[in-house]
């Protein structure tokens, strides 16, 4: 599930005035880092010393990147046309914090990308230094590696070395979602921002698949999609369950043990479903800190109005239409706008 960040832009912006000069020092010198060391993809391409498997990979990135202009109308300008080569696993790291009985995560407010429910770091040290003081605190917290952000079409994004060798479906997935950022994003209002992105996201790869016609890529995301759902079905089952007992009139010191029994029994389900995989352990990582609540606290945020999305797509039967549609109800208060997807939704049976 890809995850969207803006700290480098937000702290070029804030820098001047602002209190907490440290963090915002930081973001300016990796997002500084990140554009020099990224050089435009023909220079690696032409670079005799560049390894034949990331000049295929890069390759792959330029046709993926041309079908994003041409058949899904994402911007076409000078995001992903150069590349950096990372000496980490992510491009920063995310701190994820909420109180010790809610699901209610924490909120950091920037301009531009208004109030998120988390705050970057380039490196990890430094997330995890915030997180021991926010645990200090009494807060629950997570900190998640993120392979990927957009500046929101205000700098131009690049390849990295986090994301370049996915496979090819799960590389056009990337891109396209972090494109549609650059369409469309309301500050302040990350479901609807997520799920329009993974709508672009989902109806773009199925039309790359099929513009491809690589059977065997097809049928491996296929197989990653019904991995992906299953997963996500798990984490709002016991998502679900910690809602009801956190709204619930048991006293806190019941709470906690109850809490811990969710997340035991979170941790024994989610060993069954790696079973049904076949021994598949793709989503070991999620579980590599002690489970809490910051691990469930945005489990719909990606998809909390996907299917609304879907259907305004299809209704509009082409991308054009439908980046106007969403930007027009952008522009609408957050209240209105999440009535008319709320309208959208399917109802229960």
């Known amino acids: 599930m890809p995850a969207t960040a803006v700290p480098g832009m937000l702290c070029l912006l804030l820098l001047g005035g602002c209190m907490q000069l440290r963090y915002y ?12 060391s990224a050089r435009p993809i023909d220079a690696w391409l032409n670079d005799p010393i560049t390894e034949p ?3 295929a990979r890069l390759h792959k990135a330029q046709q993926i990147r041309q079908f994003a202009v041409t058949e899904l109308g994402l911007p076409d300008n000078g995001s992903y046309k150069t590349y950096a080569a990372l000496q980490r696993p992510f491009v920063l790291w995310n701190v994820v914090a909420t109180p010790e009985l809610s699901l209610q995560p924490l909120q950091w407010c920037f301009p531009i990308a208004g109030c998120v429910t988390y705050r970057g770091y380039y490196d990890k040290s430094e997330a995890q230094a915030y997180a021991d003081q926010l645990r200090a605190e009494h807060y629950d917290v997570q900190v998640g590696g993120v392979p990927a952000y957009s500046t929101l079409g205000w700098f131009d994004d690049p390849l990295l070395s986090t994301f370049i060798n996915y496979t090819d479906a799960e590389l056009a997935r990337m891109i396209f979602h972090e494109l549609a950022h650059q369409v469309v994003y309301v500050p302040g209002d990350s479901a609807f921002n ?4 993974v709508a672009v996201e989902e109806a773009g790869v199925q039309r790359w698949l099929a513009h491809d016609g690589n059977v065997a890529l097809q049928a491996a995301y296929l197989q990653y999609t019904s991995r992906r759902q299953d997963f996500l079905t798990l984490l709002r089952k016991y998502r679900a369950q910690l809602a009801a007992l956190y709204a619930s009139d048991v006293p806190d010191a019941d709470k906690r043990v109850r809490k811990a029994l969710v997340f035991a029994a979170l941790q024994d389900e989610y060993q069954l479903l790696k079973q049904h995989w076949g021994g598949y352990a793709g989503y070991d990582r999620w579980f590599e800190q002690p489970l809490s609540n910051p691990h469930l606290a945005s489990v719909s945020t990606y998809d909390q109005f996907l299917p609304a999305f879907k259907k305004l797509l299809e209704e509009k039967k082409n991308f054009r239409a439908f980046y106007a549609a969403v930007h027009t109800m952008s522009l609408l208060d957050q209240s209105e706008r999440r009535r008319r997807l709320q309208h959208s939704l399917p109802r229960d049976p």
């Open 25 to 36: 020092t930081q973001a300016a010198q990796g997002q500084y880092a990140l554009w020099s």
């Open 53 to 55: 498997r990331l000049k």
């Open 194 to 197: 997520e799920s329009f992105a």
